[in-house]
């Protein structure tokens, strides 16, 4: 089996799954806090929060591999505004960095709620900017009829939205026995 794809591969899944539960935590948080308060949605989507960005980072750290040589990164990075892959790599940073901004102001409590709001709007907009340079670089390829077909793009976000989704999820139930297993040995005291 041919692994050299392997990394990229890794980097897709992984950042469209991140922006993808971005995104979806971010339409549970704004639903949900009308209906039952910001303070208690925070708890429980919270942990899902900080689960994102090890999982974007993992991704970041594996496309490095795709390029061979870390430094060709900085080569590619110069072709920005005519390269789908510099707009992706920058994209992808900025998406990490605002979501690394906006995790820690939202553990810290950094602002009101409505600028922590505008900072969460601002690096989903990042996000879906980079999902758009990813499927780019596979739309541009026009030798390669199947990918030079609107349907690129489609699934690209289809994808993003379904991983992030299930990631949601997983996550969230994952906090609720988490929650549930810390309550009930606290009562009983037996783990």
């Known amino acids: ?12 899944v992984l ?3 991140s922006v ?4 979806v935590l971010g339409i549970v948080q704004v639903a949900a806090a009308r209906r039952y308060g910001a303070g208690a949605i925070d708890k429980v989507t919270d942990p899902a929060l900080y689960a994102i ?3 974007l980072v993992l991704g970041l750290g594996a496309s490095m591999l795709h390029m061979n040589d870390i430094t060709n990164t900085l080569n590619v990075v110069r072709h920005l505004g005519t390269s789908p892959l510099s707009a992706e790599i920058v994209f992808g940073v900025a998406f990490a960095g605002l979501g690394f901004v906006f995790a820690a102001a939202q553990w810290f409590k950094w602002g009101t709620p409505r600028l922590r709001q505008v900072l969460a709007g601002l ?3 990042v996000g879906l900017g980079l999902v758009a ?24 976000f289809t994808t993003t939205f379904l991983l992030g989704t299930l990631a949601v999820g997983a996550a969230l139930t994952g906090a609720v026995m988490w ?9 009983t005291g037996v783990p």
């Open 20 to 23: 993808g539960a971005f995104v």
């Open 179 to 187: 929650r549930r297993r810390a309550w009930t040995t606290d009562i």
């Open 123 to 125: 690096t989903a907009l």
């Open 53 to 55: 960005g090890p999982a």
């Open 133 to 156: 340079s990813m499927s780019m670089i596979y739309y541009t390829l026009v030798t390669v009829p199947a990918w030079h077909s609107w349907a690129t793009p489609v699934q690209f």
């Open 1 to 12: 089996m041919n692994t050299h794809e392997l990394p990229m591969i890794i980097f897709t």
């Open 15 to 17: 950042g469209q799954m």
